[in-house]
């Protein structure tokens, strides 16, 4: 299965809360027992800097396994520190017997914050 494009926006200063369901083409969701989860932000693909990284291992994605839902969670403490205004990103699921899926991939933009 092809990773899907999906482009999205941070909001410095606010929580960013997303979820995705990892579903089959006949909409059947996958469990998601076991798995790990992480993506990376940088300016471009070819970039060696991360702007950020989530993970399942650093508390910022999280699984539900029979829902086959992924969720990311970035607290206000970490959007307000963000200081770049685009990245690219891709989400890689890892199955307990080590297969890497890439979920998803595409396009973060980043809105300012005015109150602070």
Known sequence: MAAASYDFEIEQGATLAKSFVWKTSDAVVIPLTSYTARM????SVSSPTILLELSTAN???SISPNEGKVTLTV???VTSGI???RGKYDLELTS???VV???????????QE???
């Not at 979920?103 to 980043?110: K, M, Q, S």
């Open 96 to 98: 307990p017997a080590g």
């Open 83 to 85: 200081t770049w205004r």
């Open 40 to 43: 990376q932000i940088r300016a």
């Open 114 to 116: 005015v109150t602070r």
């Open 75 to 77: 607290g206000p403490t």
């Open 59 to 61: 508390g910022l994605i």
């Open 101 to 111: 899926t890439r979920l998803l991939y595409g396009d973060i933009t980043v809105s």
